[in-house]
């Protein structure tokens, strides 16, 4: 079992890494009166391991998908809770992939003013980013994760044994995640994925325990350093996510996050090079990796350069114009208003169509 501090001023949290980590859920919640396990239909059969360590739970079934993240779910799980008999003084734990931590997570920052929260997250992509740092929130008819709060977990217990049985392309698209720890400068974490390429891929439980952990040090170093993301430190980890979002949206999703994400780091590694601030080593070998791992490095037909454009533009992270977060020999900062060319470069080099 590796365990990863997040070391945040007065409220450190660990996360816990490998086969049979929900079992550490008692030394955490031992002492609460009562727990709420929330998850979803195909998960839930690892609350037993939750439950059976705990005295007083209740298992509470939230829907699947991006559509059962609003406030509507958030409305209903809260009643339910209420008519449970939560209390301030519980908790509540989130088993799941990256849409339950989001709707647990705002649930448990809003449910009596706020209660604490277990992150137990079940798909890679969330044990490597979302499950840790203490972003939750939903989505409105207007836009993706437009209500939420910063309410950061008590514990995140990450266990690789959930992760057999991820459908192949969410596990795949995980790694999506995993390559931009990589690619934000962590050569380490490159040479390791390189070298097992072939544990990687076929979820050796081994090496997924040492990945996660290393892309967990790497987001607990920076949430540590910028937990409400005000500094622009926090900021960073969206490497190749300005795109990425663009992509899932005029697509209509029909690349899931992490796929859109892996095309995102090749996009900001030809804009990089484009804007000379790295070389064209270093441009191939973001699609070198993006490639090793199992992912697209070209777009779905039909991308149209004027279309994702209009999108970067109204990304909430912009401030007026387009903003990329770009390594560059002061390694990651944002970049405004890059110039044609060479956004014309990038969106060629992943076959996007700029007429
Ligand atoms: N997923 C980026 C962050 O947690 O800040």
């Not at 209420?82 to 992939?97: F, K, N, S």
């Not at 514990?155 to 934000?184: F, H, N, Q, S």
């Not at 064209?280 to 490639?291: G, N, Q």
Request: hydrophobic share 45%.
């Amino acid at each position: 079992m590796k365990r990863v501090t997040v070391d945040l001023p007065g409220r450190p949290y660990d996360v816990v890494v490998g086969p049979g980590a929900l079992g550490e859920v008692a030394a955490l919640l031992a002492d609460r009166r009562r727990c709420a396990v929330v998850s979803q239909a195909a998960v839930a059969p690892h609350a037993a391991a939750i439950c059976g360590a705990l005295t007083d739970t209740e298992l509470f079934l939230i829907d699947d998908g991006e559509n059962a993240k609003s406030l509507a779910t958030v409305d209903d799980l809260c009643r339910r809770l209420a008519e449970w008999g939560l209390l301030r003084g519980d908790a509540v734990i989130a088993l799941g992939g990256g849409v339950v931590g989001d709707i647990v997570g705002f649930a448990a920052a809003v449910y009596h003013r706020g209660v604490d929260v277990v992150q137990a997250p079940t798909s890679l992509l969330a044990m490597v980013d979302s499950a840790i740092g203490g972003k939750t929130g939903v989505n409105l008819p207007e836009g993706k994760n437009l209500v939420g709060a910063f309410h950061q977990p008590i514990g995140v217990l990450a266990d690789i044994d959930t992760l057999t049985t991820l459908p192949e392309r969410e596990y795949r698209a995980g790694l999506g995640e995993v390559a931009k720890y990589a690619l934000m400068g962590d050569d380490a974490l490159a040479a390791f994925l390189r070298e097992r390429a072939d544990g990687v891929l076929s979820r050796d439980t081994e090496v997924v325990t040492e990945v996660v952990a290393r892309c967990a040090a790497l987001k607990a170093e920076v949430v540590a350093a910028d937990p409400e993301e005000r500094s622009g430190l926090r900021a960073t980890l969206n490497y190749g996510h300005t795109f990425a979002h663009a992509l899932e949206t005029t697509s209509d999703f029909a690349l899931v996050h992490g796929e859109a994400v892996a095309l995102g780091l090749v996009f900001a590694g030809e804009l990089g090079r484009a804007l000379e601030r790295i070389d064209a080593t270093e441009a191939a070998a973001h699609r070198d990796l993006v490639a090793s791992l199992g992912l697209p490095v070209t777009v779905p037909t039909g991308a149209r350069a004027d279309a994702l454009l209009a999108v970067m533009r109204r990304d909430k992270k912009a401030s007026g114009g387009l903003t990329f977060v770009l390594r560059g020999p002061n390694g990651l900062e944002a970049v405004e208003d890059p110039p044609a060319p060479a956004l014309e470069h990038a969106f060629r080099a992943v076959g996007v169509d700029v007429h």
